[in-house]
């Protein structure tokens, strides 16, 4: 399947969530959006980019992205974290991008823009962005959405 400008916001603040949500789509990008992984789990699979704040309502952030990681989703992930301690912790569990909060805006639009030109320079990327596309569950692979 081809690369989309689509991303998942998994923050608890909505504010917070908001103000991430008006960037992205500002962009370009389809965004799907939670406060908590209960909340997104079946659009893993549908996205592209992953917007993680650590601090969430239970199921943390971290363990949200050693989980992608270690089931191999294809996810670019940027983790947002007002503690240097939860962003040394992102770095080391794989997050590809480690962001402090609050954010500079331009610094999160050129992360964004940095992973659409890649994907454009590897020539993946399919302009059709159709919201109504099915968003595959991602229910028997991730112990926190299976055990629901």
């Given amino acids: 399947m081809a690369w989309r400008k689509r991303v998942v916001v998994l ?72 503690d240097d301690e939860g962003r040394a912790e992102a770095r080391a569990a794989g997050a590809d991008h480690v962001l402090g909060k609050p954010f500079e805006v331009a610094q999160l639009l050129a992360v964004l823009r940095g992973i659409a030109a890649d994907a454009m320079a590897r020539d993946e990327v399919d302009v059709v962005l159709d919201v109504r596309e099915s968003q595959t569950a991602v229910a028997d692979d991730l112990p926190w959405f299976a055990s629901r």
């Avoid at 993680?52 to 309502?57: Q, S, T």
Wanted: include cysteine; charged fraction near 25%.
């Fill in 11 to 82: 923050e608890d603040d909505p504010g917070v969530q908001r103000v991430l949500r008006d960037l992205v789509e500002t962009e370009g990008w389809t965004t799907c959006w939670g406060e908590s992984i209960d909340d997104v789990a079946g659009s893993l699979r549908w996205a592209s980019v992953l917007l993680l704040d650590l601090h969430l309502p239970g199921i943390g952030g971290l363990e949200v992205l050693r989980d992608v990681r270690e089931l191999g989703l294809d996810l670019v992930v940027i983790v947002l974290s007002g």
